[in-house]
T-cell receptor, first 106, second 112 residues
């Protein structure tokens, strides 16, 4: 069993739709990261959370420490949001989810 | 602000050959990470440095992989000898301690 589980694995949306990607983890953590990886590109860190909620532009990340769950929301999605979104947690070690592949269709 | 620099961008070698990757983190970032990302999987941490000391190398295959960060700045990751299953993207990241990660563009390794 993976320490970090993401859902869905794949997601296709129409431009403008509201998107939610979920992350659940089973270990004690000090922080949770949401990362974005474009095809053939490097990885960009979107958020680092230890509690509550953070917002950056059209992206919102929330975390519930008690439930060991985090969500990444994208409002008014756009084709340039198409990428793999990876959840990672840091505690005693780094654990990564396998990613959610998002495709936004114009 | 300059990002995390990695080289080479691509490398193709035959099995049993040796290969080395280089990473220059963001200036001032004490923490440096090397990750291996196999196609279709999430990144796997290979080694974490704090300045020039190793914090975590529990998932580093030490029989063939080695890494160093001698002066606490740039770092090299070496594979000797390479196996087919080492084909992956090798990512370097850095951070101020406990802060947001910054990733390099990675080195894509193909072992034939």
């Amino acid at each position: 069993k993976n320490e970090v589980e993401q859902s869905p694995q794949n997601l296709t949306a129409q431009e403008g739709e509201f998107i939610t990607i979920n992350c659940s983890y089973s270990v004690g953590i000090s922080a949770l990261h949401w990362l974005q990886q474009h095809p053939g590109g490097g990885i960009v860190s979107l958020f680092m959370l230890s509690s509550g909620k953070k917002k950056h532009g059209r992206l919102i990340a929330t975390i519930n420490i008690q439930e060991k769950h985090s969500s990444l929301h994208i409002t008014a999605s756009h084709p340039r949001d198409s990428a793999v979104y990876i959840c990672a947690v840091t505690g005693n070690q780094f654990y990564f989810g396998t990613g959610t592949s998002l495709t936004v269709i114009p | 602000e300059a990002g995390v620099a990695q080289s080479p961008r691509y490398k193709i070698i035959e099995k049993r050959q040796s290969v080395a990757f280089w990473c220059n983190p963001i200036s001032g970032h004490a923490t440096l990470y090397w990750y291996q990302q196999i196609l279709g999987q999430g990144p796997k941490l290979l080694i974490q440095f704090q300045n020039n000391g190793v914090v975590d190398d529990s998932q580093l295959p030490k029989d063939r992989f080695s890494a160093e960060r001698l002066k606490g700045v740039d770092s090299t990751l070496k594979i000797q000898p390479a196996k087919l299953e080492d084909s992956a993207v090798y990512l370097c990241a850095s951070s101020l301690q406990g802060e947001k990660l910054f990733f390099g563009s990675g080195t894509q390794l193909s072992v034939l």
